[in-house]
């Protein structure tokens, strides 16, 4: 199977356009379709990911409401303290619909920062090690990506067209449902038949140990996903913001709302930016500085973008030689993400949000978290307890909210809900200012070339010796004509040339007679077709009839004397080379020397030009030898850059080192 492509994401740490209107189409959908999105009912959308969990074996809707509680209160001391870049993971029960079973069901927007993406799939995989009674599926808009994450160690049977309903993690590993003996015997035909997700369950639950995946496949993926729960607190950036005292209460009952106030700002439009000319909500007068915590994709968004404000905002910036510059600036362009925000509020009092904590929904989640020490000890009412109790609120209030509710609260509602029952001290604010911690050191933002080749070879696995020291290096030069010769030696088909990757290939090897037989049959063939260019030289040399007759029966002898017409071509072949040998071209060649080994090559040129032993006897090519001089040649004019001929032959395994001879040509010249 010739693997699918692998991906390419975009960065999160590379700049972006100012606005892309395009993500804020899901926005304007209805709430029933919302909802069928979120509860993961729908194919997955652009830059979003699928999960479902289904109950392997006897099973209901009361089963998997149960677990899905119980899967709250377990990842909440996890997720409680996690930025999402555009939604939540989050749960909700799906009836049954068609071949589909009842299940729980998420779909996650993740926007620019695919990391999301990843930390779901560690999620499902530690639901299925916490809850052997589930089994989960994930996939988004580019189809089965843990595949493609995969994709040089799968088996040769698995394709894009037959994978469907066939991945699953289960027991916390990776399963993998291969294809029914009766398929294999059909030579995998890519139109069989994918199972049903019933079907599926069914095995899992009776043969689950014979579906584990491959280790090679196992490890590819879990690689993906190592450095979780522990690389959560990497991707944070703290960075120093200058803010108006009421965003700063905002991000200290809701952390999570800077990424909500990032996005407006990144997606703004002129329209947006209206409601930045007054400043409503958060005018600059009441401004303190404060650290604010940032995932590194949102950082990079909101430092990356160069904007200057209205003049009639009232928001003004030092200059940029100032030590406090990139404070005041990222306070700035936050400030406004905010407005934004609240411009687009719905204008409802508090009065008519539902109060969610309040209710035995609630209570009975805080006093799991309590039984799970998620407060550490911490004394009711401190400062700690409470940050720890506004972001138990925050992921409360987005993954347990009612089902029967398909309309969410907008972060503008939210915020200004906020603004209306949270009491704050600018003096407060003022004095913890004065003794912030250091902010978080911005320099990965920066990649230098030895950075970026070093972070290739780790995605690609190809670390490989330096090649200072030659004596450790062991280079076969008969090794890369072989690989060339069984890359040539391979059929390919409408999907591609295959690459041999390994080295025990038969030797390649060229039959004169068949290649003549061959030849014989295309030019003694019963029926030829003329094209327009044979149409054009027939009418240039004015060939008459008995010219055509005669051509027939000179076509009818040919035919009668295949042997004849053999020996001729083979004749007609040894004059062409005749006349090539004393030419430039011939000269090009590396030849063998007569009765001596391939190894041991000379070029034509030694031979005089009117040598008639020469002519007698052609001296035959060194084929191998002539390839690799042409392949380093070609490996050398790439100057360390990628190119057909390193491409072509890491393929298939062989890595050439670099020219020596030319690294010390150029040190030379430096010198």
Not at 52 to 70: Q, S, T
Request: glycine share 6%; aromatic share 8%; with cysteine.
């Amino acid at each position: 199977m010739t693997p699918p492509p692998q991906r390419r994401r975009h960065d999160a740490v590379a700049s972006a356009p100012p606005c892309r209107h395009s993500l804020n189409a899901p926005q304007r959908r209805s709430a029933a379709g919302g909802a069928a999105l979120m509860a993961g009912d729908g194919a997955p959308g652009e830059d979003a990911v699928r999960y479902r969990l289904f109950a392997v074996g006897p099973g209901g809707e009361e089963l998997l409401r149960d677990c899905a509680r119980g899967i709250a209160e377990r990842l909440a001391p996890l997720l409680a303290a996690y930025i999402w870049q555009r939604q939540p993971f989050r749960l909700r029960y799906v009836p049954p619909r068609g071949d589909t079973p009842e299940h729980l069901g998420g779909n996650t927007r993740f926007g620019d920062n695919v990391e999301d993406e990843w930390f779901v799939v560690y999620l499902l995989r530690e639901i299925t090690r916490a809850c052997p009674l589930l089994a989960a599926r994930v996939d988004d808009n580019d189809g089965e990506f843990l595949l493609i994450e995969a994709a040089e160690v799968l088996p040769k049977w698995l394709r894009p067209e037959n994978s469907d309903n066939r991945v699953f993690f289960y027991k916390g590993e990776l399963h993998i449902i291969p294809l029914s003996e009766t398929q294999e015997q059909d030579d995998c035909e890519p139109s069989a038949a994918c199972p049903t997700i019933s079907q599926a369950l069914r095995l899992l639950y009776t043969r689950s140990e014979e579906f584990l995946a491959a280790e090679p496949i196992r490890a590819a993926v879990y690689k993906r996903i190592s450095g979780y729960p522990e690389k959560i607190q990497a991707s944070f950036h703290r960075a120093h913001c200058y803010l108006p005292a009421g965003i700063v209460a905002v991000l200290k009952q809701r952390p999570s709302l800077v990424a909500a106030a990032v996005q407006a700002f990144y997606l703004r439009d002129p329209v947006d930016l209206r409601a930045c000319r007054t400043f409503q909500t958060f005018p600059p007068e009441q401004r303190v500085m404060t650290t604010v915590t940032f995932t590194k994709c949102l950082y990079a968004q909101l430092v990356q973008q160069k904007f200057v404000p209205d003049r009639r905002s009232g928001y003004t910036l030092p200059l940029s030689s100032h030590p406090q510059y990139k404070a005041y600036d990222l306070g700035m362009k936050l400030a406004h993400g905010f407005e934004i925000l609240c411009s687009k509020s719905s204008k409802a009092s508090p009065d008519s949000k539902r109060n969610e904590f309040s209710g035995p929904v609630w209570e009975r989640f805080l006093n799991g978290l309590k039984e799970k020490d998620y407060f550490k000890g911490e004394m009711e009412g401190s400062a700690k307890y409470m940050e720890l109790l506004h972001m138990a609120e925050d992921y409360f209030q987005q993954s347990l909210t009612k089902e029967e509710s398909c309309i969410e609260v907008s972060p503008g509602d939210e915020i200004l809900s906020l603004l209306q029952t949270t009491t704050f001290d600018v003096k407060e604010f003022e004095r913890e200012a004065a003794c912030l911690p250091p902010e978080d050191d911005d320099s990965w933002l920066e990649i230098s070339p030895d950075d970026l080749e070093k972070m290739l070879k780790e995605a690609t696995n190809e670390f490989h010796p330096s090649s200072d020291d030659e004596e450790e290096q062991k280079y076969d030069l008969e090794t890369v004509a072989e690989s060339m010769k069984a890359f040539v030696s391979k059929v390919s088909t409408h999907e591609g040339a295959e690459m041999p990757w390994s080295s025990d290939e038969a030797h390649v090897t060229f039959d004169v007679d068949s290649f003549t037989k061959a030849l014989d049959r295309i030019l003694g063939a019963d029926s030829e077709e003329l094209d327009s260019d044979d149409l054009d030289e027939e009418e240039d040399f004015n060939f008459s009839d008995e010219d055509d007759e005669d051509l027939d029966a000179e076509n009818q002898r040919q035919k009668q004397k295949p042997n004849e017409l053999i020996g001729s071509l083979k004749s007609y072949m040894d004059e062409m080379d005749r006349e090539l040998a004393h030419t430039n071209i011939g000269r090009s060649f590396t030849t063998q020397k007569k009765g001596a080994s391939s190894a041991k090559g000379t070029t034509s040129e030694d031979a005089g030009p009117g040598s008639e032993a020469e002519d007698a006897e052609l001296t035959p090519v060194d084929v191998d030898m002539n390839l690799v001089a042409n392949l380093l040649e070609s490996y050398s004019a790439q100057a360390g850059l990628a190119g057909p001929a390193s491409n072509i032959l890491q393929s298939m395994g062989v890595y050439l080192p670099e020219n020596a001879d030319q690294i010390g040509s150029n040190r030379g010249a430096a010198e």
